[in-house]
C-alpha cells in the first residue's frame, strides 16, 4: 500500500511544483518508489521541473480515458530510477478528471509505489479537489504574506471537509504546513510575518521553512529538483523536511540571518 | 552589532506586525462563515422577505450570525431598520 500525498495551497505561484518535484526526488533518493502526479491540467508545468518535458507522450488525461496504458504515460527519471513522473494534459479540458477515473490511476499506482505525490494547481476548483480528495497527508505550501496565509486556511478547511477520508468518516488528512521564501532579514526588519506568526494563525505541525534563494529559480532554469542542489540552503532544507516527514527529529535551520564577515557587518544594513 | 545598524533599532512595529493582526481578525471570520450552518444564508433571505412586507429595508438590512459559546449556540439577528420607520411615539 502507497501514502498519497497531496501538495497544495490555494494560492499559486507558493512553490507547490517546486515543493511537489522536491519531495518525490527527495523520498526517491532514500530508495522508496516515487511517483509525481501533475493535476494542473492545462497548464503543465511539472515536466519542466523535473527536466522531462521533451519525453513527454502520453499524460494523465490518455490514461484515465483508457487511451494510453499507466506504463506508457509514466516517464523514468533520468537521475534516479526509483521516480516516476505523471505528466498532465497540457491541451484537454480539466472537466475530464473524474472522482472514478483519478481513483482508478491512483489504485494501480499504489501497486507498484511507495509514495504517491499529488502536484496540485492553484485554486479551489476540479484539479485542486480532485488532487486532494484520495490524499493521506498534506503539504500546504504557504509563504510568509497576507493572501498566501488567508488562502492556505481556506484550504485547510477544504482539505477537513471534501477528501474521501471526511466523506468516509475515516481518520483525517495529516496536514502539515511549510513555509517557503522565508527571509529572515525581512523578518528581523519586522516586514515579513514570522514563522511563528504564521504557526499562530493556521496551528499547523511546521514541516520545515525554506528560505528564499536563488537556488530555487537555478534549479527550475535548469529542470534539475532543488533538493538535488546539496550545496544551496533550499536543497538542504528540502532535504530535511524529507527526513521530518518519514519520521526523524531535525531541528529548523535557516531561521536566523547568516553571520557576515567583518566588512559585511560594519557596512551591511 | 555593526556601525551602521547601530543607528537602525529592530522594528517590532513594522507592516509584519499589521499584517499578522488583520490576518487573525479576517481568519476568525473566515472561519466562522465556513463552520455556520448551511440553512443561515436561506434564513437570512427568508427573514428579509417577510421583513420587506411591512418595512422598505435594504437588501443588506438583515444580518444573521451563530456564536459559539463553550455550553450554548446564540443565534443573533440584526435588522437595521431605514431612517424615519422608527416611532416617534
Known amino acids: 500500500m502507497s501514502r498519497i500525498i497531496v501538495v497544495t495551497s490555494g494560492k499559486g505561484g507558493v512553490g507547490k511544483t517546486t515543493t511537489a518535484a522536491a519531495l518525490a526526488m527527495g523520498l526517491a533518493e532514500r530508495g522508496f518508489r516515487s511517483v509525481v502526479i501533475d493535476f494542473d491540467v492545462g497548464l503543465r508545468n511539472l515536466d519542466l521541473i523535473m527536466g522531462c518535458e521533451r519525453r513527454v507522450v502520453y499524460d494523465f488525461i490518455n490514461v484515465i480515458q483508457g487511451e494510453a496504458r499507466l506504463n506508457q504515460a509514466l516517464i523514468k527519471d533520468k537521475r534516479n530510477e526509483n521516480l516516476f513522473i505523471l505528466p498532465a494534459s497540457q491541451t484537454r479540458d480539466k472537466e475530464a478528471l473524474t472522482k472514478e477515473g483519478v481513483g482508478k490511476v491512483l489504485t494501480d499506482l499504489s501497486e507498484d509505489f511507495d509514495y504517491i505525490v499529488c502536484d496540485s494547481p492553484a485554486g479551489i476548483e476540479l484539479g485542486a479537489t480532485m488532487a486532494m480528495y484520495y490524499a493521506d497527508d498534506a503539504f500546504v505550501v504557504t509563504n510568509p504574506e497576507v493572501s498566501s496565509v488567508r488562502d492556505s486556511d481556506r484550504m485547510i478547511g477544504i482539505l477537513s471537509s471534501k477528501s474521501q477520508r471526511a466523506e468516509e468518516d475515516r481518520e483525517p488528512i495529516r496536514e502539515y504546513l511549510l513555509l517557503t521564501r522565508y527571509s529572515p532579514q525581512r523578518v528581523e526588519r519586522g516586514e515579513m510575518l514570522s514563522v511563528e506568526d504564521v504557526q499562530d494563525i493556521l496551528s499547523l505541525d511546521l514541516i520545515g521553512v525554506i528560505p528564499e534563494s536563488q537556488a530555487v529559480l537555478n534549479a527550475s532554469n535548469s529542470g534539475v529538483p532543488v533538493i538535488m542542489d546539496g550545496e544551496s540552503t533550499a536543497g538542504q532544507a528540502y532535504s530535511d523536511v524529507v527526513a521530518r516527514y518519514l519520521g526523524e527529529q531535525l531541528p529548523h535551520r535557516f531561521l536566523e540571518i547568516e553571520k557576515r564577515g567583518l566588512l559585511g557587518r560594519l557596512f551591511g544594513g | ?89
Open chain 2, 1 to 89: 552589532m555593526g556601525l551602521l545598524s547601530y543607528f537602525k533599532s529592530r522594528s517590532t512595529s513594522g507592516s509584519a506586525s499589521l499584517a499578522k493582526e488583520r490576518l487573525q481578525i479576517l481568519v476568525a471570520h473566515d472561519r466562522a462563515g465556513r463552520d455556520a450552518p448551511s440553512y443561515l444564508p436561506q434564513l437570512q433571505r427568508d427573514i428579509l422577505k417577510v421583513l420587506r412586507k411591512y418595512v422598505a429595508v435594504e437588501p443588506g438590512a438583515v444580518n444573521v450570525n451563530l456564536e459559539h459559546d463553550e455550553h450554548h449556540e446564540v443565534l443573533e439577528l440584526n435588522i437595521v431598520l431605514p431612517e424615519g420607520e422608527r416611532s416617534t411615539g
